[in-house]
């Protein structure tokens, strides 16, 4: 057990909306090692919740989900949690939500102060990452600019950080989390052409790693092909926001060639297992 000190309390107490899931687990338990009075909420548990809500900074850690029959991005926890903080708090969000989503917000809730912080973590080194973060974003609205750098002094330190606009925020997400598709699938490919030509494939990965150039683009974990016995996009993240993404690209009429065809390359190796990107999520 370590403890956090901070050389100066910006908020008198922080609430953590969704502390039960992955994301709000992450940031009570890391508020509850501070010098901060954190206070926790879920609707598993529906414990604390007019203290959590009331809290001077809430952080939002609700899920998004994709949902598969309806062909469509949810972000109906997210507004509902909003609805009901009281005027004058400082809001959080750390869901991963579309571009635009903050900054709507925002306007259905004058009275609160709304802005978004994406969070980049694993969910085997989730404590880790978020204690040591290799970047900070805090994305504001026109009415919450003024708590961008209490909110930043608030969070951990990470060697790069910037206050932004909402929806640079949101993409940065994206960013990330499409980055992680395309690695996937690009190892992916690479398997397949060594499953072709009866090639090794682990030595061949090996190989390419060894390069100051593609070693640290294709790093990490999304070179390993069998994960849980599954392989391709799949997990609580990838498949839906890929999908999102997707739609969003569509709603703004914006060319998504490449996603397109990443998606379709992730269903057919999916399929190939029998599964569906619905299923790929419980993977």
């Known amino acids: 057990m370590y403890y956090i000190k901070v050389s100066y309390r910006y908020y008198q107490s922080i609430g953590v909306i969704g502390h039960l899931g992955m994301v709000g687990g992450t940031v009570f338990r890391y508020f509850s090692k501070s010098e901060y009075p954190v206070t926790g909420y879920d609707v598993m548990e529906k414990k604390n919740k007019a203290k959590a809500f009331g809290s001077e900074l809430v952080f939002v850690c ?43 917000l925002q306007e259905k809730y004058p009275k609160i102060k709304i802005l978004f912080s994406p969070e980049f973590l694993s969910e085997a080194t989730c404590d880790q990452d978020f204690a040591n973060p290799d970047r900070q974003f805090v994305g504001y609205t026109s009415r919450s600019y003024s708590e961008a750098t209490k909110v930043l002094n608030t969070l ?44 090794d494939y682990e030595r061949v990965i090996r190989g390419a790693m060894a390069s100051k150039w593609v070693g640290p683009v294709m790093g990490r974990h999304y070179r390993i092909i ?39 390359m992730n269903r057919r190796i999916l399929a190939e297992q029998k599964l569906t990107e619905a299923k790929a999520e419980e993977k």
């Not at 899920?63 to 903080?85: E, M």
């Not at 950080?161 to 960013?175: D, F, G």
């Not at 609580?236 to 397109?260: G, T, V």
């Open 62 to 104: 609700v899920p998004t989900p994709y949902l598969w029959n309806k062909h469509k991005y949810d972000d109906v926890a997210v507004d509902a949690v909003l609805g009901q903080i009281p005027d004058n708090k400082t809001v959080v969000i750390k869901s991963t939500v579309r571009i635009g989503t903050t900054d709507k």
């Open 156 to 199: 951990p330190e990470s060697p790069y950080s910037a206050i932004i606009p909402a929806k640079e925020a949101e993409l940065l997400k994206y960013i990330n989390n499409l980055h992680g598709v395309w690695e996937v699938l690009e190892s992916n490919h690479y398997f397949e052409v060594c499953r072709s030509e009866g090639l």
């Open 226 to 264: 069998w994960h849980r016995g599954v392989r391709g996009v799949k997990g609580k993240c990838f498949p839906k926001d890929l999908a999102a993404w997707l739609d969003y690209c569509r709603s703004q009429k914006i060319p998504a060639e490449l996603f397109q065809a990443a998606r379709k």
